[in-house]
């Protein structure tokens, strides 16, 4: 065999043996980040346990039942209370110092969560279901107080907000009178020199 061929297929297999090594670098280094996103994702890790919760809330026994409910109410007030504050700063309505009381209403639910967890945890049946009593009215007051400020929120957005909805009805209005009154002109034909009025 030619020298200079073989010295030609050794750079080729070496170049190739070289790009497969980066791409398989790449790849790993690609899933490593990859997982690592998933990993410290928080609305995944939310998605995750609340699908777990939702579990539980109808196979557990009674009192695991009825913790795991307690838990899921606590994440969705936090949620909706979260979401209702995002979207009254998206409308640019007054929320005043509402984003520190939203601050502090999650980090309580949190809290409450923690506990809930605990509880869940309990091996004790009996003591288990004492926890889950105590903190079931933390839990219907944490709802109280997240819907009383959805609805402040809510309340506060509306007043502010101008009234789209009746600027686009009237300017309709308008546009639908011009396009009568168009069409009425035009449906008796043009105007013609010697034509009464």
Do not use: N
């Not at 949620?79 to 520190?100: D, H, I, Q, S, W």
């Not at 004492?130 to 809510?154: F, I, N, P, Y």
């Amino acid at each position: 065999m030619d020298p200079e061929l073989v010295e030609l297929l050794g750079r080729v297999l070496l170049i190739g043996v070289g790009a497969l090594a980066v791409i398989g670098l790449l790849g790993v280094a690609a899933t490593w980040y990859l997982v690592r996103r998933i990993r410290r994702s928080r609305r995944l890790r939310r998605g995750l346990d609340r699908g777990r919760l939702t579990v539980r809330s109808v196979a557990a026994d009674d009192v695991g039942r009825q913790v795991a409910r307690l838990r899921l109410q606590v994440q969705r007030s936090s949620a909706a209370t979260e979401r209702a504050l995002a979207a009254a700063e998206l409308r640019a309505a007054p929320v005043g110092a509402v984003v520190p009381v939203v601050e502090g209403l999650r980090q309580a639910g949190e809290q409450l969560d923690r506990e809930l967890a605990l509880a869940e945890s309990e091996p004790d049946a009996e003591l288990r279901s004492m926890w889950a009593g105590l903190l079931a009215d933390k839990v219907t007051e944490h709802q109280r107080v997240s819907a009383a400020l959805r609805r402040s929120l809510v309340d506060a957005a509306a007043s502010a907000a101008p009234d789209q909805l009746g600027r686009a009805a009237d300017h309709a209005l308008i546009e639908v009178e011009a396009l009568t009154t168009w069409s009425r002109t035009y449906r008796t034909g043009p105007f013609r020199p010697g034509q009464a009025a």
